[in-house]
């Protein structure tokens, strides 16, 4: 796949990147080169301290504005180094936003997480205040992306759900890619990274993918990576050690406030 070429290529086909038996769900390996990447993070890190949240198990920056407890986005201006080179957000524009229909036609708001080896983040939904469409892109290291679904049973009356602890699907996410989720998959499934240092995977064969050695589940987009550990350990079986990895989740913000006419507020 191509990436380096700006707005005049025509849109992505993701139809040839959809993750089989999952019709809203597409892996991009490749989504940037090797120096976009390297760009990408040396600018991460040269990002002021005081710009980073600390959570209890990861830190975060917040590009493009907050949301307030509206779920309305208080807009503030991205970064240049998604925007003129690399050109994420135009990137994003023309292979899922616009066609998806999404209100603002492209990503307005990008949550840049990182993630230190044995840091994840539990089964989640992201809520209601975005378009049911979200792009992650991954940077500097591997992990595992894990779909999860709600039990049909409630939780002891309680008026929460139980989640079932089987992922229905789970994605091999390498650097430099980007994984597409959109419509109930988004809407009405969680997701999570699991916390571990490091992914054993069992081989697979002619009839059945490589799977997870501890949890049993395959890797859905087996024959989709495209890095010489990854490809290894899938003919042949191993461990893959996770690296510090930033991972950019890029949304819509459905409601939007300019910055200056919230503060009049």
Known sequence: MNTNSRSTSPPVDLCSYRIPGHDACYYLPDFLTEEEEEYLIRKIKEYPQQRWKQLANRRLQLWGGELTSKNVLVAQPMPPFVEAYPDIIDRLKRTVFTPAGSPHGQPNHIIMNEYLPGQGIMPHEDGPAYFPVVATISLGSHC?????QYKNDADGGTGGRSIDTAPILSILLEPRSVVISEHALYSSHLHAIREIEEDTITAGNATSPPVLADLGVPIANWDRVTGADAIG??????????????????????????????MKR
């Open 144 to 148: 595992v992306f894990h779909y999860y």
């Open 233 to 262: 350990v899938m003919s042949k079986g191993g461990v893959l050690k996770r690296a510090t990895r930033y991972s950019l989740t890029c949304r819509d913000v459905e409601k939007v406030a300019q910055l200056k006419a919230f």
